[in-house]
């Protein structure tokens, strides 16, 4: 009896193994795809990532520009990034990963479009509609009546080199009530475009210029 006992005990123990084993491998499958940038790389984006809270204009654009550039590599430490509790990492992660061009990112962007943040929320939906990912576009022309001239500068960015439009709209007027006409043709715009057959058919291929 002990002696079955122990092999049961010995069974159990492995399969604990095996299955701690098989939950690793599943929780660093969002870097297997990616290209390894190898251990002194890796420590070079870990370190410019941490930087990013404490620096600020042309530094930060630098620094993001940086890591954009550097390839697939970082993209691992970028969407881990997403789930920093500091709100400019997160949004500074999302920029970088929106101008690598990599479509593999658009899911681990997506799971955070409802990110607490606006700003935050702002960047991710950019990113995803400059990869291709349509279905954020009415975050963007939402993001075009904001108080800050620089989120309607960013909105309209992404908008306008996704799609090709511009409808007049100028994010440096500052009264609401003026942009109001340009807002309401994007808005019309958009309507319109959910009856195309691009879009029916595709939200992450749609056409530049429709």
């Known amino acids: 009896m002990k002696l079955l006992e122990t092999r049961l005990a010995r069974v159990a123990a492995f399969a604990s193994l095996f299955l701690l084993a098989a939950l690793s491998s599943c929780a660093s499958s969002s870097s297997s795809q990616f290209v390894d940038p190898g251990n002194l790389m890796r420590e070079k984006i870990d370190e410019q990532i941490a930087r990013i809270p404490y620096q600020h204009q042309q530094e930060l654009l630098d620094n993001m520009l940086w890591l954009s550039q550097v390839g697939e590599g970082a993209i691992p430490a970028l969407v881990q990034a997403l789930d920093s509790g500091e709100p400019k990492l997160r949004s500074s992660a999302a920029w970088c990963l929106g101008h690598m061009g990599d479509k593999r990112v658009i899911p681990y962007l997506q799971k955070h479009t409802n990110d607490s943040n606006e700003i935050v929320r702002l960047e991710i939906a950019r990113s995803l509609v400059l990869l291709g990912d349509y279905r954020q576009i009415p975050a963007l022309i939402a993001g075009l009546d904001s108080e800050l001239q620089d989120v309607r500068y960013r909105c309209f960015d992404a ?14 007027i ?31 291929a749609a056409p530049q210029g429709r």
């Not at 003026?178 to 019309?188: A, E, F, G, V, Y």
């Open 174 to 204: 500052s009264e609401a009530d003026d942009r109001r006409s340009s807002i309401d043709r994007w808005q019309q715009w958009w309507v319109a475009q959910q009856g195309q057959a691009w879009f029916q058919g595709s939200q992450l």
């Open 159 to 172: 908008l306008q080199s996704a799609t090709g439009q511009n409808f007049d709209y100028d994010h440096r």
